[in-house]
């Protein structure tokens, strides 16, 4: 379980993670949003929202 504190930290990144690509001229799809924010809460793996993600795309080789 994640200490408070590593939830805000993961969290800030999270955030700081998508004004970068704002910042860059690309959006953030809001499903994609919640995925990073889930797993910033441990409430799911990385690989978890990476999967997620891909499923998304199976007709497209990654």
Do not use: P, W
Not at 3 to 27: K, M, P
Request: charged fraction near 25%.
């Amino acid at each position: 379980m994640l200490s408070e504190q590593q939830i805000n930290f993961n969290l800030n990144a999270v955030d700081n993670a998508i004004a970068q690509q704002t910042l860059e001229g690309l959006t953030v799809s809001e499903d994609v949003i919640i995925n990073l924010r889930k797993a910033a809460r441990g409430e799911i793996t990385v690989d978890e929202c990476l999967k997620i993600e891909l499923r998304k795309y199976k007709h497209v080789k990654v």
